[in-house]
């Protein structure tokens, strides 16, 4: 355990106190210009001033709403130094997630940019809050101290990334925020001051926030940041542009990147690793993504509830279809419903400790009770660890799917799908028969000479009868949660 300061605030942390070494190393890439650690500084102190001139009060939340580039990283920073709490939006949310979240989070003011102005205004008017909307472009920069705040203060609000139902909000602390930069980031990762990071999902995603911008900041490296949508192209081109040492990448770009026709040709050689998470890596997909691009690739598991990754594959230390080991300062158990310790290699519910806990559900004591249980935080995920340490993710409680009494996991369906080369993505839910049973269906896309009958026949060819999809829908595209993940619950719905 660290024993931390009375007084702690992440953008000191994290930024200001670095800065007698750090002030002109760069912090940020983009397309068109660099700005240094000084410039972010600057910046922060003038999202920090708009705040406080705006009325906003310690312990307030603020929603940044912003495309990824120098004002997001400025407006978190500046939240930060004010003492308010920092609550990432994804911009291009549905007008009915984002009164969702409006109502839930009740902010006293968000940084709105012009292109998403229209779109939030009009989820604002529907929504039951009076929130003070800020134009990030009338920030000029300044000089603004940073308030002191306890660690157990909240500094960000993260909205869960479960596949199923309405995401819940979890309180994240500056003391959180600092433990997983300290053992994961630090420590996992070995991130250096000569790094430089890019990545796949938006900062709006904490898995983002944490290893596209705090992480990196923490030891004086720089981030690669740009608002276009990471499709193969953009990530290529800017991986060849920027020569980034780091990538943080998910299983869904991972597909995309491999399969890409130009991929084979394409300059990857700068990166050193590659981090995945949010979703499971087929071990499939990381056969190729090695055998292709040669480089690293760290699968790892975090959730909200913790801030962020706590499992991981390490450098020098990867077992192909597993989750790695547990990040050295936390601790890890699987257990079986009773809260009993499972045995080598069985499967339980995951229960994870250390200093990176939240707060709990906002609002929420009943969900929070469940979860949070004194200092274990308790969640949906199946593992097994074996002897050695090394975690198997076994699925999720709430999506495992049992036929004819026989528990599968969505996720051996997928992968066995994934290894027919006209498939391209693929999700498997279960749904009810006219009878009330469950069934498991496929959601595919893949090329058009395929046929369903081909698909089952090939699961079926490869995996117990049971397992086989009963259906195959053809989709344009799988459709994504806030936090970019396949909505389960949406395929469910399509499907009835």
């Known amino acids: 355990m660290i024993d931390w300061p009375e007084t702690l605030n992440i953008d000191n942390w994290i930024l200001r106190d670095h800065l007698r070494v750090t002030s002109d190393r760069v912090a940020l890439r983009t397309d ?25 009060a310690r312990q307030d939340r603020v929603l940044i709403v912003l495309p990824d580039g120098p004002q997001y990283a400025a407006a978190v920073f500046g939240t930060f130094r004010m003492g308010a709490v920092v609550v990432m939006v994804n911009p291009d949310l549905s007008r009915e997630a ?12 968000a940084f709105v940019d012009e292109i998403n102005r229209e ?31 306890s660690p157990e203060d909240p500094a960000m609000w993260l909205f869960s990334g479960g596949t199923t139902g309405v ?43 944490g290893s596209n911008l705090l992480f990196p900041l923490s030891v004086g490296a720089s981030s690669v940041l740009f608002s276009e949508h990471s499709n193969p192209e953009a990530l290529f081109d800017r991986i060849e542009r920027h020569r980034p040492t780091v990538m943080v990448n998910v299983p869904s770009a991972i597909n995309q990147m491999v399969s890409h026709p130009e991929a084979g040709e394409r300059d990857l050689s700068s990166l050193r ?11 499939l997909l990381y056969d190729r993504w090695k055998d292709l691009f040669g480089v690293q690739l760290l699968d790892g598991l975090g959730t909200a509830e913790m801030w962020h990754i706590f499992v991981t594959n390490t450098v020098g230390d990867v077992r192909p279809g597993t989750l790695g080991k547990v990040v050295p300062g936390f601790e890890i158990k699987a ?6 310790e499972v045995g080598p290699g069985e499967v339980g519910r995951l229960w994870v400790r250390g200093d990176s806990l939240g707060l709990g559900y906002f609002e929420d004591p009943e969900l929070t009770a469940e979860a949070f249980r004194g200092e274990w935080f308790v969640g949906g995920d199946l593992v097994s660890i074996d002897e050695a340490g090394y975690v198997t993710h076994r699925g999720r409680a709430d999506d495992a799917i049992k036929i004819k009494g026989k528990w599968f996991r969505p996720q051996e369906v997928e992968s066995v799908l ?20 469950s069934k498991p269906v496929a959601f595919v896309v893949a090329h058009p000479r395929v046929t369903e009958q081909e698909l089952i026949d090939w699961v079926l060819a490869r995996l117990e009868a049971y397992k086989h999809p009963r259906r195959v ?24």
């Open 273 to 283: 690793l590659a981090t995945s998470a949010g979703e499971a890596l087929p071990e």
């Open 98 to 109: 984002l009164v969702g979240i409006l109502n839930r989070a009740r902010a006293t003011a």
């Open 32 to 56: 068109d210009r660099i700005v240094t650690y000084r410039d972010l500084d600057e910046l922060a102190s003038g999202f920090a001033a708009g705040l406080l001139g705006a009325g906003v």
């Open 167 to 209: 995401p819940k909000a979890v309180a994240q602390t500056h003391r959180s925020l600092a433990n997983t930069t300290l053992l994961y980031g630090q420590g996992s990762l070995a991130l250096v001051p000569d790094d430089i990071s890019i990545s796949v999902p938006k900062l709006y995603f904490g898995y983002a926030m």
């Open 335 to 340: 257990c079986d419903e009773d809260g009993l």
């Open 119 to 149: 779109s939030f205004d009009a989820a604002l008017g529907e929504a039951d809050i009076d929130t003070l909307v800020l134009d990030p472009a009338s920030i000029e920069p300044g000089e603004e101290p940073t308030v002191g705040t």
């Open 473 to 496: 829908y053809f989709v344009d595209r799988l459709p994504q949660t806030h936090l970019g993940k396949v909505d389960r619950s949406a395929l469910k719905r399509l499907a009835r």
């Open 418 to 437: 994934l290894e027919n080369e006209a498939v391209r993505e693929v999700a498997v839910v279960a749904v009810s028969d006219e009878a009330g049973l």
